[in-house]
């Protein structure tokens, strides 16, 4: 489902260009759970942004769903943003003014979806928060903000969950809710990627790629995790 | 994104901010308020004088002489009207209700003790209708009187005042210029003008003044009154056409007198006054651009303090035209805002002009849908630079926003 193939990136600002993303090849398959690993540096928030569309390779090939990323005009990639990934942040970013319902509900309005606001609350009640929905980010726990940002991602149901950090601002018991959560949406058929330096986090997934200055150092299949 | 979204959105984001949206309407309310009012003001200031002016009579053609010219040279002298002129016009030009011949100037006025420099005016029977005038006391001279070229007189208010104060003027007699004339009549005041105060004179027969006052044998102008308004025109045709035979102009001469209507001079005041409203409304309008500027101010710091509400948005699929069209409603709506409750304090305030100042002040349509269409086109002016700014934010360094 992804292909990615000699991905590189190069940040150029005039006299300096930094290059931090050297070459990186790998595909991912539906149903997949992948964590990313690697220190601050070593270009796993780089292929983050590109894998999320955010952002274009400077060389290289990204298909998503047999879609050519690369040759995406800025629309074009706001509507696969929006259809087809589901973004899970280390902060939430929720719109601090509106409620858990209309912070879900809002990839439904930008693409435009009926019946958005029954879809947005049955994404709610899968991450079990449908009794909160009324309520602001601000009346709301970490981990329930972190329920709200996922509900936001899966509401479109989108191809992959790109989840980055996504227990980084929780405490421990709360960051195993939220990945037991992970786990629940995995078996649902919910392609996951998430990005961590947690070597416990990862090794909840069913895939670790660790990366280094800009390349892939390991890509190794887990057993049956213990969780 | 549906347009409503957008809508409650930005209407959100407005109310959250209160104190601040009202700020920067309030750019929007005092500029749209002055040009309501100021507008309001200057044609206010209009309509009264044009009113003024309008009852001195709209429906009266004034004939003066013009100079004679031989060999296209001016001879100078303009004694080209005569009584007979007068008479002649009121024969034989139809659709007219009245004709006043003229002849007029200053002169010393005695009674008893008592002086007064004043406008004699020599007129016939008909002008006292004919300039809007009403009698106070006794009665204007009459046609007998005229051929007869009596010394009688009809005094007009601020003479009145000047000579008799509180007595009864009628019977008595007052010198013009040395000689005795008997007063007949008083008229109406009628209220001055800034320039001229039209009571401030006396009406004696034209041809006692002619004769026996001024010694002239021509006449200074002669006075129209058409039945209606709309037959202006071709009277002044048929008076030319008359006078141009009495006075043996060939074809193709110029003519040797003016014939004009007061409706000429209404357009003439009309169009200064305009001006005067213009000048007055294009100062508010730079008030209303100076809210403009507040509007962008605004909008600048909303945007940079929202770069990852932004980012947020972006991330989750929000085109670049919907995020322009979400900050462009923002500062549209708060410029609507402003529109409106300036258009209120508008009124308000002209009402309080005319009601306390005393001036009279007309709230236009045209000058509210002016205003608003104004202010609305400032909020997607000054609104669009931050805007855009916002919908050109690379989602990556706007979601990394602290």
């Not at chain 1, 029954?118 to 602001?136: F, N, P, S, T, Y």
């Not at chain 2, 008083?186 to 034209?206: C, R």
């Amino acid at each position: 489902m992804i292909s990615i193939e000699n991905l590189s990136k190069v940040y150029d600002s005039g006299s300096l260009s930094v290059t931090a993303l050297k070459e990186v090849s790998f595909q991912i398959d539906k149903g997949e759970f992948v964590a990313i690993m690697g220190p601050s540096g070593s270009g796993k928030s780089t292929l983050m942004n590109l894998l999320g569309c955010l952002d274009l390779p400077t060389t290289g090939k990204y298909e998503l769903e047999g879609l050519e990323i690369g040759n995406l005009k800025a629309n074009q990639l706001a509507e696969v943003r929006n259809r087809r990934i589901g973004f899970v942040f280390q902060s939430f970013n929720l719109l601090p003014r509106a409620t858990a319902l209309e912070n879900t509900e809002l990839p439904l309005l930008y693409g435009r979806v009926a019946n958005s606001t029954e879809i947005a609350m049955q994404a709610l009640e899968r991450v079990g928060l449908k009794h909160r929905a009324k309520h602001k980010p601000t009346e709301l726990s970490g981990g329930e903000k972190q329920r709200v940002a996922i509900a936001r991602a899966l509401v479109n149901q989108p191809a992959i969950i790109l989840a980055d950090e996504p227990t980084g601002n929780l405490d421990s018991v709360t960051g195993e809710e939220i990945m037991s959560l992970f786990h629940e949406l995995n078996k649902q058929n919910v392609t996951l990627i998430i990005v961590t330096h947690e070597e416990e986090i990862a090794r909840q997934a069913k895939r670790i790629i660790k990366m280094k200055d800009g390349r892939i150092t390991t890509d190794q299949i887990l057993e049956e995790t213990s969780c | 994104m549906l347009i409503l979204d957008l809508f409650k959105m930005a209407l959100r984001s407005l109310i959250s901010h209160k104190l601040r949206t009202f700020l920067t309407a309030l750019g929007i309310i005092i500029g749209v308020a002055s040009v309501i009012s100021m507008i309001s003001i200057g044609e206010g200031a209009r309509q009264q004088t044009l009113s003024t002016i309008s009852k001195f009579g709209t429906n009266i053609i004034t004939i003066k002489p013009g100079q004679k010219k031989s060999r296209h040279v001016s001879t100078g002298k303009v004694d080209t009207l005569m009584l007979e002129d007068a008479q002649l016009i009121e024969k034989h030009v139809p659709l007219i209700t009245g004709v006043a011949a003229q002849v007029y100037r200053s002169a010393q006025l005695k009674y008893e003790n008592k002086n007064s420099n004043t406008t004699v005016r020599g007129t016939g029977k008909s002008y006292v209708s004919l300039a809007n005038f009403e009698m106070a006391k006794g009665r204007y001279f009459n046609q007998q009187e005229i051929n007869a070229a009596k010394r009688v007189c009809v005094l007009g208010a601020t003479v009145l005042k000047n000579l008799f104060e509180e007595t009864n003027p009628l019977g008595k007699t007052i010198k013009v210029d040395g000689k005795n004339f008997m007063v007949i009549g008083v008229t109406e005041p009628k209220g001055a003008l800034s320039w001229f105060d039209p009571d401030d004179q006396i009406f004696i027969p034209v041809t006692t003044a002619q004769k026996r006052v001024f010694g002239m044998d021509h006449i200074q102008s002669i006075d129209v009154q058409a039945a209606n308004i709309e037959d202006l025109e071709i009277i002044k045709e048929d008076i030319a056409q008359l006078l141009r035979l009495q006075h043996n102009i060939a074809d193709g001469k110029e003519n040797d007198f003016y014939v004009q209507n007061s409706s000429q001079w209404l357009n003439s005041w009309g169009d200064a006054a305009k001006t005067f409203t213009y000048l007055l409304g294009g100062i508010a309008a730079i008030s209303l651009m100076v809210g403009g500027i507040g509007i962008m101010n605004i909008m600048l710091v909303s945007v940079t303090e929202r770069t990852r509400e932004i980012g947020i948005r972006k991330a989750i699929g929000a085109k670049k035209k919907e995020i322009l069209e979400q900050f462009l409603i923002e500062s549209v709506l708060i410029s609507f805002l402003g529109g409106g409750v300036g258009i209120l304090l508008g009124i308000t305030i002209s009402e309080m002009v005319s009601k306390i100042g005393g001036w009279d002040t007309i709230v236009s349509s045209q000058s509210i849908i002016l205003a608003f269409g104004f202010s609305v086109g400032i909020g997607i002016f000054f609104g669009f630079y931050p805007a855009n700014k916002a919908a050109n934010m690379n989602p990556i360094e706007a979601l990394r926003y602290e």
